[in-house]
């Protein structure tokens, strides 16, 4: 597998704690469609060609998900 950013493999290696060597390329494909997801669905037009994501929802998200909402 390619080489990632400091930022890509601090989650990849968060996310493999839930999972074995085995389902490193699963995880890697689930991790990228949830976090397209995510940023599709709090993503704002702010022109000029400007989008932004809103940090609270994103986490709202995350909190739902881990059963704390």
């Known amino acids: 597998m390619t080489?990632?950013?400091?930022?890509?493999?601090?989650?990849?290696?968060r996310a493999m704690e839930f999972s074995g060597p085995a389902f490193?390329?699963?995880v890697r494909q689930m991790l990228g469609e949830a976090i397209r997801s995510v940023v599709a669905h709090t993503q704002q037009h702010r022109g000029n060609?400007?989008?932004?994501c809103d940090a609270?929802?994103?986490?709202?998200?995350?909190?739902?998900?881990?059963g704390y909402a």
């Open 3 to 13: 080489d990632l950013s400091p930022a890509a493999q601090t989650v990849l290696n």
């Open 24 to 26: 490193e390329r699963l």
């Open 49 to 52: 060609d400007v989008w932004t």
């Open 56 to 66: 609270d929802e994103i986490l709202a998200i995350a909190a739902e998900l881990e």
